[in-house]
């Protein structure tokens, strides 16, 4: 059974560019949510997604958007790039309820470079 | 807003025990967590608690939950060098909802 798939592992982009990040959830999980993590710092929360629909978002600007698919998978776009963009996008899988057990299975990340 | 706190670092030596603290200011918490994060790696949950409870015993983990001074501790007994990883405790106010992390605990564990 695969756990949460992300792609690509890594990118480089330039300033002002504008990135789009994929993720498949876990099998039976229908909540995926995206963290960012700077190096050294834990993840910070971005938004989560659930039904299609955003549920939950953190402290970040309008720059950072995303989107669920009726196959539940996800994808976080990132406009107008900045160098403080640069971290690891982590995504994880859950459910609302918590019946597949609880916490977030998470994804081994994209590392997104801003030059 | 919500913090979550741990101290960065912690050294120990193989087969020795390692304790891994953090706190939080949210007591509406349901739910506390513990995940392991190698280099390279996304973060792996190692276990979790819930907030009616005061202990979690599973396997080489021990889990303390002291909800009047929202403290949770982490110890992993006989630890060995592949333990050797960042942890972070995070915690949850419902099944479903954002978890909040700490900024993690970098453990060495010296052969």
């Known amino acids: 059974d695969a756990g949460v798939t992300q792609s690509p592992t890594h990118l480089i982009k330039t300033r002002g560019q504008q990135v789009t990040l994929r993720c498949s959830p876990k099998s039976g999980h229908d909540t995926v949510s995206w963290y960012q993590q700077a190096l050294g710092q834990g993840p910070q929360f971005i938004f989560q997604?659930?039904?299609?629909?955003?549920?939950q978002r953190g402290n970040f600007p309008d720059r950072f958007s995303g989107h669920q698919f009726p196959n539940y998978s996800s994808e976080l776009n990132v406009n107008a790039l900045l160098l403080g963009d640069s971290a690891l996008y982590l995504c994880?899988?859950?459910?609302?309820?918590?019946?597949?057990?609880?916490?977030?299975?998470f994804g081994s990340g994209t590392r997104l470079t801003v030059v | 807003g919500e913090d979550v706190e741990q101290s960065l670092f912690l050294s120990v030596r193989e087969g020795d025990s390692s304790v891994i603290n953090c706190t939080y200011t949210d007591s509406s918490s349901t739910y506390l967590y513990w995940y392991k994060q190698e280099p390279g790696a996304g973060l792996q949950l190692l276990t979790y608690?819930?907030?009616?409870?005061d202990m979690k015993q599973d396997q080489r983990l021990t889990v303390l939950l002291n909800k009047k001074d929202k403290h949770l501790s982490l110890r992993i007994a006989d630890t060995q060098t592949g333990d050797s990883a960042i942890y972070f405790c995070a915690d949850q106010y419902n099944a479903g909802n954002m978890l909040t992390f700490g900024g993690g605990t970098r453990l060495m564990v010296k052969p």
């Open positions: 994880a899988s859950s459910t609302q309820t918590g019946r597949e057990g609880y916490g977030y299975t």
């Open positions: 997604y659930y039904e299609e629909e955003e549920r």
């Open positions: 608690i819930f907030s009616n409870m």
